[in-house]
């Protein structure tokens, strides 16, 4: 048997790599400024949320509480007229300040000054850093509706004093914001906010400005929201952070992880998701058209970083008898399939589970299966399990890519004869080769095609672990987020494309995928055509990926979920054992030899695929013949 071992240039290559990683290490280590720019973004982050729990909160308010005039004196009263024209009566009422209600999922905080929901915080949920999820908080976000006046002024809601009123009916909170010219004319946003519900009732109309509102001006809503970081890694966490639309009658789609800037036409909702948060804004009669933009925040992923994305929504409003008059919809809530599902809106779309047969495989069987074991076992120990069945399931598959290898291996030195008794004519050696291994039942595409029956369970499983909510901060062994990187070391130093830590499930993985690789490669090799000198380029390309690959799933996944991670560390160990109960118990490869020399004395007939193949080839080298005849 020929010794395996690395030539000479090999050796020289994997010493440059490494030293080139080595260079790169040492010249991206952070300075001195850089270290302490981190340490003062943290503090002033904490510092921001500190001030969030200590800020005084306003009482719940009704109408009765505001008495017109109250403290403006006629002076005061002309130049704000002169400033709001007729909304100049809102301005006299309102005291300004915010409106705090809660209920069982939210905490929530209405500013005066432009009538929108300004803090969101939900009650069940915390970050990375165990401090509350806020989706608003700190003027993160607007929403505005820009329009005309009979007067000729232009006004933006988001600038004007409405008048809270907040009153109970059963389990519901109704929390109304008018915007008044008296006090039967005004705008409204009227909210309603139920129990055990994250969805949020939304109405904005107007009652009796046809003549103050010009219905000739455009009349624009605009939605905006800086989206705050709430996960471990900012670049994993804004991977998975854009803009999702539903359209034209129930048609979904979704911006990416990139900067954009689309117009798209009947929106019916437009959700702002921060991978496992979202805040969506739906319409029952949608919007006739809209314009969405997404911009990144993240300079410097180094660097800790309050903000991921800055999101912006533009509606055009319709007036109906010279009135507005939109029903809609508020959803701030976790991106759970289950829940978002449960409203029947199509906001399941909210969860990437991957496109055709990807996200059928994820929504109806890994989905449910998931949850049927997460059900009654810990999630980490739910992975192992269905990593196992799927294992079980495709063993039929890898028996069939390891029987072709076998016989591709048993067939090589038949098929060396051949490649050197035509060494001169590899159009008569490609023939001849096809022709023995269409009579010994072997191929290389036999052995190629189980491996992309594979590819869509792969992809879809790619898919499903970082959009399955229930992983979010399940600890397992020494992880404490499944959903988040595992971290066993920091490093004093960032290296590009790795990080400033070491995952244990990465090189887990890594070590599974090189042995998993060294024993699927080396059958590979040995079936693979030789050169006359050197090794061949076909195992050459092998024996580098068997190294390279392992190297890159390190790189790769040190960032990702690791609950990712788990499952191709399990499913290659899993593969490997697989292997070596085929090759050492069922597998024998002198049957397979007898079974070949048998096939061969067979007569076999030719697929219209490989008769097409033989006759191409055969005009091929009898065009050839006749070249060589006419020189």
Known sequence: MEEKKLDLNSIIGFVLIFGILGYMLWQNQPTPEEIEAQKKAKEEYVASEQK???????????????????????????????????????????????????????????????????????????????LPIYLLQDKNASFNINFGT??????????????????????????????????????????????????????VRSQGLGSVINSSSEINLDWKIKGFRHAKSITYENRYTDVHYEYEGGKANYTGARDADKDIED???????????????????????????????????????????????????VLQGGEINESMDWYFGPNDFDILNAYDRNLDELVPFGWGIFGWINRYIFMPLFGFLGGFMPYGIAIVVMTIMVKILLSFVQYK??????KMK?????????????????????????????????????????ALVQLPVFYALFQFFPSAFDLRQKPFLWVDDLSSYDVIAELPFNIPFYGSHVSLFPILASIAIFFYMRLTTGQNMQAAQPQQEGMPDMAKMM??????????????????????????????????????????????????????????????????????????MEQAEAQQKAQKKGK
Request: neutral net charge; contains cysteine.
């Open 543 to 616: 024996k580098y990926m068997m190294y390279f690959s392992p190297i890159m799933m390190l790189f790769f996944f040190n960032n990702y979920a690791s609950g990712l991670s788990l499952y191709y560390f399990i499913s290659n160990l899993i593969s490997i054992g697989i292997i070596l109960v085929i090759k050492n118990f069922i597998l024998d490869e002198d049957k397979i030899h007898a079974q070949i020399q048998e096939n061969k004395k067979k007569p076999k007939k030719q697929n219209r695929f490989q008769k097409k193949m033989a006759d191409m």
């Open 52 to 130: 969030a729990k200590t800020d005084q909160e306003t009482a719940v308010t009704t109408a009765s509480d505001y008495v017109a005039g109250a403290g403006v004196d006629s002076l005061q009263q002309i130049e704000l007229k002169n400033k709001l024209g007729a909304f100049a009566y809102s301005a006299m009422q309102s005291k300004g300040g915010e409106t705090t209600v809660e209920s069982d999922l939210f905490e929530l905080k209405f500013d005066s000054k432009g009538g929108y929901l300004s803090e969101v915080r939900l009650k069940q949920f915390v970050d990375y850093d165990s």
């Open 401 to 406: 890519q390891f029987l072709s290898q076998a």
């Open 267 to 317: 929106a019916t909702w437009i959700g702002f998701k921060q991978h496992f948060f979202s805040s969506v804004l739906l319409n029952e009669k949608g919007f006739k058209t809209a314009n969405i933009k997404t911009v990144n925040l993240v300079d410097d992923e180094v660097v800790d970083t309050v903000y991921t994305k800055d999101f912006a929504a533009k509606m055009p409003l």
């Open 410 to 450: 048993i067939l090589k030195p038949e098929l060396d004869e051949i490649r050197e008794k035509h060494k001169n004519n590899k159009m008569k050696a490609q023939q001849e080769t096809m022709a023995l291994q269409n009579k010994a039942g072997a191929s290389p595409m036999a052995g190629c095609l189980p």
């Open 150 to 203: 009979t007067d000729s002024r232009i006004l933006n809601t988001k600038d004007l004093p409405f008048v809270p009123e907040v009153t109970k009916n059963g389990d519901v909170t109704v929390v109304s914001m008018k915007l008044k010219v008296s006090e039967s004319k005004f705008l409204e946003y009227r909210y309603e906010i139920k129990e055990g519900d994250y969805m949020i009732d939304f109405s």
